[in-house]
């Protein structure tokens, strides 16, 4: 079983920093490409950063140059450091990651629980 938990969500003002982290666990063998998602009420979950495995990284217009996305693989961990955040920034983040269980394994898309960021004064 593989399980991914995030953690770093809560309140924050506009123009503050959080960081989310993105911690993978159980049967690992490989983690391939890795993101963050958010999804704020009544709007589609959008994909607002990923890194893949050789760290080449991607961004959504809507974070770039504000977000940082990054990975430490010894520690099966992603993060995304967030800065100068906007009220429009309030939404639950996901984490998700590519990841093989197995030598002889498929690989697949894991997702984590969530975690809200609300960005208010």
């Known amino acids: 079983q593989v399980q991914l938990v995030e953690s770093g969500g809560g309140l924050v003002q506009p123009g503050g920093s959080l960081r989310l982290s993105c911690a993978a666990s159980?049967?690992?063998?490989?983690?391939?490409?890795m993101g963050w998602y958010r999804q704020a009420p009544g709007k589609q979950r959008e994909l607002i950063a990923a890194i893949t495995s050789g760290g080449r990284t991607n961004y959504a217009n809507s974070v770039k140059g504000r977000f940082t996305i990054s990975r430490d693989d010894a520690k099966n961990t992603m993060y995304l450091q967030m800065s100068s955040l906007k009220p429009e920034d309030a939404a639950v983040y996901y984490c998700?990651?590519?990841?093989?269980?197995?030598?002889?394994?498929?690989?697949?898309?894991?997702w984590g629980q969530g975690t809200q960021v609300t960005v208010s004064s």
């Open positions: 159980g049967s690992i063998f490989s983690i391939g490409s």
């Open positions: 998700y990651a590519h990841i093989r269980s197995g030598y002889n394994e498929g690989s697949y898309d894991y």
